[in-house]
């Protein structure tokens, strides 16, 4: 069934877990995710950025998307925009029947983040959808930069406070460490729970989401590798840590690059194995498999949703 995040995020509130936000470029990463999900008996959140809407036509998501909740009826699945750059985005997406978006208004200053998404706020409540709102700067390790100004892209917990009070957003994306993409650290993986702890504090009932969440799965990289891929030195989320921010207050977990590798790995596999292979069907069937074997994983053995539909 469709169904806003709001109600998944006040169960996983009660019960410390949280929920998979997958993205959907097409029908078999659609099928994929909403196949693990209901195996799972687990809620979960589709999204859509705005270069995927432009890829595949929002037509063709929202009627995908229905067909997905009409054979899963059982299943609390939420569409939601990642990432809008703008209110125009924002409100496309509220008129066509997504059930939430985000407003990214990170790379604003405070007062202008402030203002555009109390706009989108007030118009996506006034419809019955629900608004993500991002404070703080995600790191990337191209960035780079000293420690002091790393510390300022940290989301500082005072200002989530005041930023939460005066947008009525319903849940934040916050800035711990993390960073979008299949290079995330240099060196260790480090999260600044300590932060996260502090922001959970100071707004105990706003559902925290974690950008830049992938694992980089190095199995998936190893076989994109072996296969002909390079991408070296890529490194993600441990588990370990992810399993940590489930259970210690982060509602919403978004992970885009993990599946992208498990495509790829897939794809590539069968293209070198089966070099006469050229029905589509041949690559994409396996590739939705192991998309969704990659999705059951995350929900049943680190975001611990299973069961929780
Ligand atoms: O955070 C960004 C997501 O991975 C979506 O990426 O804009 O290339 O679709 P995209
Ligand atoms: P990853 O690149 O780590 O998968 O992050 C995805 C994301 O944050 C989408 O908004
Ligand atoms: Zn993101």
Redesign the pocket.
Known sequence: MLVTTKEMFEKSMKEGFAVG?F?VNNMEIIQAIVDAAAEEKSPVIL?A?SSAIKYARINYLMKMIEAATEEHPDIPIAIHL??GPDFETCKMCVDAGFTSVMYDGSKYDFEENVRVTKQVVDYAHSKGVVVEAELGKLAGIEDDVNVSDADAKYTDPAQAEEFVKRTGCDSLAIAIG?????Y?FKGEAKLRFDILKQIKERIPETPIVL????T?IPELVEQCNKYGADIPGAK??PDEMLHTASISGVSKI??????RLAMTAEIRRVFAEEPSAFDPRKYLKPARELIKQTVQHKIRDVFGSSNKA
Do not use: E, I
């Open positions: 936000a993205n999204q950025s990642d990432h993390t960073s979008h993409g299949a995330k950008h830049g969440a992938s980089v993600g989320v978004n992970v885009d690059t993990d599946l």
